[in-house]
């Protein structure tokens, strides 16, 4: 049974890509940085379910932390991670010139940096191994840009740079590095969005709908696979068709 | 001096972990590993380093060590041997 490692699967996305992998025959290790309650009532809910997930502590911003979890003599060390999913993040939506530093940094830190400490810490395992998935959550904020989430866009179109570069590095042993890019979906990080905004948004979608979770995870589980061994350095785009209409121009 | 068996069993792993198409006797003890006739690179330096790490629990701790330990099978073998636990 191989080992998935989902960050930040103890909600929203994440905790829907947690459960399929856990359907699908992994043994799934959620992160969580900021709510062990949140994290302990998720685990809960998913045995009621039937499904096993084990719920960790882990900024994946930190380097200590990634040490702690996945350090040489830890067992998930031992038992190696096959299945990388970085899910975890927050927004800190600013414009530009009003964003404080501290938060831009926050913003790269989570999901730039934490993507980047969560390949180092796995990778070992993957290469020892010689099977690997790895599969960053991104965002149509990446390559269509969006007012108020420079961080945001910056750190997520970061990972698309980083899973290109790391292709180079681990194809060799069967480790495929992919992004899913997940567009409108409603979880807590699109909760507060004015209805408004949201309505605004929804119009910009082919589909005129958010997406679901599940739908977001039947992507990561496909690319997860054993079946999807000849697809890396791609981004699925799982977004109602949003990427695609505003690539057409018009 | 590294005693026989390790360095036999240092090239073994060589062989095994990076696939190479090589018995033991075919890999000289002071030849260097890269940049050499093996045509090793620093992704297989890498996968080699893992694979020291699983099979002696030694590790090489960055890139500056790594560069003197790699330099050939007999320095190899003679740092896992200083490094068992």
Known sequence: MRRALVTGGSRGIGLAIAKKLAHSGF????????????????????????LQL?????DVNSPHDWQALLGRGTPLYEEGVAVLCHAAGFTRDKLLMMMPPAEFDDVL???LRGGFL???????GMIAGRWGRMVFITSPTAELGRRGQCSYGAAKAGLGGLMRSLVWEVSR?????NCVCAGLVDTALTGELPAAVHAELLAGIPQGRAGRPEEIAAAVDFLVSERAGYITGQTLA???GLAAVHAEPF | ?????????VKKLIITSLKLDKAPADIADDEPLFGGGLGL?????????????RTYRVTIPDEKVGKQVFASVSSLAKYVGENLA
């Open chain 1, 109 to 111: 830190g989570v999901h």
């Open chain 1, 27 to 50: 043994s799934v290790v959620v992160t969580y940085a900021h709510d062990p309650a949140g994290a302990e009532a998720a685990v809960h809910a998913a045995q009621a379910e039937g």
């Open chain 1, 118 to 124: 969560a390949a180092q810490a796995v990778m070992r």
């Open chain 2, 41 to 53: 690179d620093s992704i297989d330096a890498l996968e080699l380093a893992v694979a020291i790490e």
């Open chain 1, 238 to 240: 799982v977004d109602g």
């Open chain 1, 173 to 177: 042993f069967q480790i495929t590095v």
């Open chain 2, 1 to 9: 001096m590294p005693n026989s068996n390790l360095t036999e069993d």
């Open chain 1, 54 to 58: 084990t719920a960790v502590r882990c």
